[in-house]
Nanobody, 124 residues
Framework: QAQLDESGGGLVQAGGSLRLSCAAS????????MGWFRQAPGKEREFVAA????????KYLDSVKGRFTISRDNANNLVTLQMNSLKSEDTAVYSC?????????????????WGPGTQVTVSS
């Protein structure tokens, strides 16, 4: 059974950094694109970043470009999201998700497997 498990969330001051990790199991990790999404209180879930199955292609939400970096380790079934220069508006529950094929997508409904999420809180 496909499963995703996020870690690395927490409380950080504005301007600080956090590194989120997502451990995958139960499927052939290296054959699927992976993505990160977030949902702030009272708001819809939104796309943050995605990476192709090979790791060669990435996509980002405009507001996180230059601050966040998505990467993956196919040997260890891990996808990470390095978040720098955090802002209060980055506060949300962050979830990783498995894409429907090898290509990264910004479209939420193309993701079929989701982790439970990890809370990121940025204090101003």
């Amino acid at each position: 059974q496909a499963q995703l498990d996020e870690s690395g969330g927490g409380l950080v001051q504005a301007g600080g950094s956090l590194r989120l990790s997502c451990a995958a199991s139960g499927f052939s990790f290296s054959t699927y694109a992976m993505g990160w999404f977030r949902q702030a209180p009272g708001k819809e879930r939104e796309f943050v970043a995605a990476i192709s199955a090979s790791g060669a292609d990435t996509k980002y939400l405009d507001s996180v470009k230059g601050r966040f970096t998505i990467s993956r380790d196919n040997a260890n079934n891990l996808v990470t999201l390095q978040m720098n220069s955090l802002k209060s508006e980055d506060t949300a529950v962050y979830s990783c998700a498995r894409g429907q094929d090898r290509l990264p997508s910004v479209i939420e409904h193309t993701y079929r497997v989701w982790g439970p999420g990890t809370q990121v809180t940025v204090s101003s």
